[in-house]
């Protein structure tokens, strides 16, 4: 039979409020007490009930990370640095896929509420009510919930622009732009308006694709690009997967890299994935995971956080710019 807290106060001679305060290490015990309650744990191979003792304190030391689908490089990546670093503050991670079903989503709210998870970060494509919401520690990815939720980015409208700089500045005449549109309010829109913005700059009529692609469909959309602009001779591409797709489609219609088709990408740190190395605006993936990490946990302790935290990319050069 396991031995309970009422054994080591017997055993240690103290009460059992004695033994309460020495294994949630507070101060209020003296040494000498606190060596003889330690020494009869030990003695009765005495453990804490964690989950008993987790749901007196209200808390599960579970948080939930919400990514549209895992086989993708990009969650993947986020996924692991997320679990490594939510174990440092001694939590544990339940990964959901949401695979487009938004009941998914909704579920973890739930759960938030219920006191079933801590909290949880979202990489979601989906809208929620902000009533919904209200009172659930969470934290985002690029997505602008608004209220008090706060989130994680990167300098998307910065780096798309000092992107398409680099491709005018090696010979780019005519630019485009190909992306897949969230379905909410994101700051992967800012990709866009930089694109705009740069054409205007740059006085070159703006050659764009940005809708709502669903997962396999990529080619589909890439394909009708480049039939329907010809002349373009750079392309900014707003997500690693779509640019894989464009190089492997410009090089089966005989398209030189990059003397014909100048490529660069946002996203760009899975050349390893890949045939080709692309140029990139490299996402701090680890440092991403570990910021939004740090401030759930703060969002948990009801501790104050920023609505909006930017961390600034990186320019690879690869084989597909001049």
């Not at 996402?283 to 930017?310: D, G, S, W, Y």
Request: charged residues 25%.
């Amino acid at each position: 039979m396991e031995a309970t807290i009422k054994d080591v106060a017997k055993y240690a001679g103290v009460g059992v409020g004695t033994v309460s305060r020495v294994i949630n290490n507070e101060k209020a015990v003296g040494a000498k007490t606190r060596a003889k309650v330690l020494e009869a744990m030990k003695a009765l191979n005495y453990s804490r009930n964690n989950m008993a003792f987790r749901l007196r304190k209200n808390e599960t030391r579970i948080i939930a990370l919400l990514v549209p689908i895992i086989n993708h490089p990009f969650f993947a990546k986020l996924a692991y640095y997320v679990e490594d670093e939510a174990s440092r503050f001694g939590y544990s991670v339940l990964l959901v896929s949401s695979q487009q079903k938004v009941d998914k989503e909704t579920e973890i709210i739930t759960r938030i509420k219920h006191r079933e998870v801590d909290g949880a970060v979202f990489v979601t494509h989906y809208m929620h009510e902000s009533d919904d919401l209200r009172g659930c520690p969470i934290v985002s990815i690029d997505r602008t919930f608004g209220g008090d939720i706060p989130y994680v980015t990167s300098d998307n409208y910065d780096a798309t622009k000092n992107a398409i700089g680099y491709m005018v500045e090696h010979g780019a005449k005519s630019i485009g732009f190909i992306g897949s549109k969230p379905l909410v309010a994101s700051e992967v829109l800012e990709r866009e308006r930089a694109y705009l913005d740069a054409m205007e700059e740059y006085d070159m009529p703006p050659r764009i694709v940005n809708e709502v692609i669903q997962h396999g469909e990529e080619t589909i959309v890439v394909q009708d690009f480049i039939k329907k602009h010809k002349d373009v001779d750079g392309v900014f591409v707003s997500g690693y997967t779509l640019s894989q797709v464009l190089y492997e489609a410009a090089t089966s219609l005989g398209k030189r890299i990059p003397d014909d088709l100048q490529i660069v990408s946002y996203d760009g740190i899975f050349s390893q994935w890949g045939s080709s190395n692309i140029t990139s605006v490299e996402q701090p993936v680890e440092e991403m995971a570990r910021q939004v990490v740090r401030l759930l946990i703060k969002k948990i302790r009801n501790e104050e956080t920023p609505a909006r935290t930017v961390i600034n990319t990186k320019f690879v050069l690869g084989t597909t710019t001049k």
